[in-house]
Every structure is written in C-alpha cells, then in structure tokens.
C-alpha cells in the first residue's frame, strides 16, 4: 500500500541547535516533495520544493534532502528558535496524478529557550 | 503574493442543515483548487480537486452528494456541506496553484466546522 510517514512523535530540542526531521514514503514515485509549515488552527505554509533529481535544497537556515533510493526526505532547521515551534508536514506530488499533495501525518516541534 | 482566503473561519450549524465554504484566489486565477479536511493532531486529506467550469474529482470515501463542490470562476471555489452531522465537524481548507509552469501550493486560512 501506499504511505508517507513522518515522526508521530513530537520533536523537543533546545534553542540553537539543528532540529532534523524525516518523512517516508512507500510506492510513491514522486515529481517532487514539499515541505510545509502548520501552525495551530491555521492553513499549512510552503516552505521548500525539492524535485526528484535533486539531492539537496537550502533557504536560509532551512535545508531539504532528497534521497529516492532510500525513499526518504530529511529536513533541517539550523540555529533552531522558539519562533520555528510548528507542525512540519511533508508532501509528495506523484507522477501522473495532476496536481494532487499527498501529505504526511506532520511532525510537531517545539522548540525551548 | 499569492493569497488564497477562505470564509468563513469558523461555523457552527444545527445538525441536519447545510453550510457553505467558499474559497477564493486573491491575485491570481486557479483553473483547479484541492479541498482538504484536517482532524485534530492528523494529516491532511485530500477530499476532491475542483475544476473551473466542470465536475470535481472526489477521492475514494468522498461522498459526494454531501459534499457539493462548485468552481464557477477561475477566482472561486465553494465546498456545501450538506445535512451536517456532528462527525463532519473538522477544519477544512482549500489550496490552488498558480499554474503557469509553478509548483507553488498556497493554502487558504482554513475554516473551522463545528456541528451541533
């Protein structure tokens, strides 16, 4: 069957270092994969693109990678702050299948001063 | 930039009556907006893509007589929930693209549905 799998549980780290989450997808074979930002009772936020072919993507302290033959997509924020505190949800765009996001459950993190 | 808007943000309705969610591209025209529903701590689901000037596409599970979804314009979506039960209650929220070769999604606010 199909899945995309992110980590049920929520992530606590300390202000300045890097949080890293993981998203992981099944018998997918994705275009390309986002990643969103998700705060409480809002819409999600895109916040990077990373296309099939790609190995790696950065914006300012915000890195994607992108490993297909893993299956897998890690996200990293570096100099974590409280502000970064969401949900992070991971999408995947398959091929064929127009412009349908299929996401991930999101991962919550919190980040402490 | 691109701004979808949804309304309303939140909505209570008596059990049996019906709610509409509209859903609107501010700067840009959307030949297909995505409705999604959103349980509490869960992911987003993808209920159906809504085409501009045609049916939408339901995903498997979707009824979709009791979700109406209507695109008139290339600006504006609407989802109508009908004869609400307390388990539609969720927060639903719509996406567009801005076509033209992007992949960039942008999400509206989201609208809350509490059904009593």
């Known amino acids: 069957s199909q899945k995309i799998e992110q980590n049920s549980e929520a992530l606590n780290i300390q202000e300045g270092k890097t949080a890293t989450l993981t998203c992981n997808y099944t018998?997918?074979?994705?275009?390309?994969l986002q990643w969103y930002r998700q705060d409480p009772g809002r819409g999600p936020v895109f916040l990077l693109l990373?296309?099939?072919?790609?190995k790696e993507k950065r914006k300012e302290r915000l890195k994607v990678t992108f490993d297909t033959t893993l299956k897998q997509s890690l996200f990293h924020i570096t100099a974590s702050q409280p502000a970064d505190s969401a949900t992070y949800l991971c999408?995947?765009?398959?091929?064929?299948?127009?412009?349908?996001?299929?996401f991930g459950q999101g991962t919550e993190l919190s980040v402490k001063p | 930039g691109a701004v979808v808007s949804q309304h309303p943000s939140w909505v209570i309705c008596k059990s049996g009556t019906s709610v509409k969610i509209e859903c609107r591209s501010l700067?840009?025209?959307?030949?297909?907006m995505f409705w999604y529903r959103q349980f509490p701590k869960q992911s987003l689901m993808l209920m159906a893509t809504?085409?501009?000037?045609?049916?939408?596409?339901?995903e498997q599970g979707v009824e979709k007589d009791k979700f109406l979804i209507n695109h008139a314009s290339l600006t504006l979506s609407t989802l109508t929930v009908t004869s609400a039960h307390p388990e539609d209650s969720s927060f639903y929220i719509c996406?567009?693209?801005?076509?033209?070769?992007?992949?960039?999604?942008?999400f509206g606010e989201g609208s809350w549905l509490t059904v009593v």
């Open positions: 809504s085409n501009e000037g045609s049916k939408a596409t339901y």
């Open positions: 999408a995947l765009k398959n091929y064929n299948q127009g412009g349908k996001l299929i």
């Open positions: 990373i296309r099939e072919n790609e």
């Open positions: 018998n997918y074979s994705p275009a390309y």
């Open positions: 700067d840009f025209q959307a030949t297909t």
């Open positions: 996406s567009a693209n801005t076509g033209a070769g992007g992949n960039t999604i942008y």
